[in-house]
């Protein structure tokens, strides 16, 4: 497992790492019960503060991603396959709004976006 951190993203650090734990457990790289590296860890592994780690961490337990027991870590939570076909759902809804956007703002008709987004799939 390989967090990497880009200085030229515009989202900030602990954004990076969630989105990155996200997709490792979307994809199923990452899976219910697999132990995460300890805040600490994962910090001095970085190179970045011990609060930018946590509070990555914070965010992905809040949504239901991982679980920390006391005393023993961070796991990946135990989540029901619908839960996460609507995450990965949300993604590419977001993705495809960003596309549309751009078309828009490019002067694309809604057929050519079409026509492109056929090509891709295919």
Known sequence: MKIIIKNSSP???YKQISDQFRGLMITGEL???DALPSIRNLAKELRISVITTKRSYEDLEREGFLETV???????????????KE??????????????????????K??????????LYE
């Open 110 to 119: 809604k057929k050519e976006l079409r026509e492109m987004l056929d090509a």
């Open 11 to 13: 989202d900030p650090i």
């Open 31 to 33: 899976k219910a019960g």
């Open 87 to 108: 995450q990965k759902l949300k993604i590419i809804e977001n993705k495809l709004i960003e596309a549309v956007d751009e078309a828009r703002m490019l002067g694309l």
């Open 70 to 84: 006391g005393g023993k870590g961070t796991f990946v939570a135990h989540q029901n396959k619908e839960f996460i």
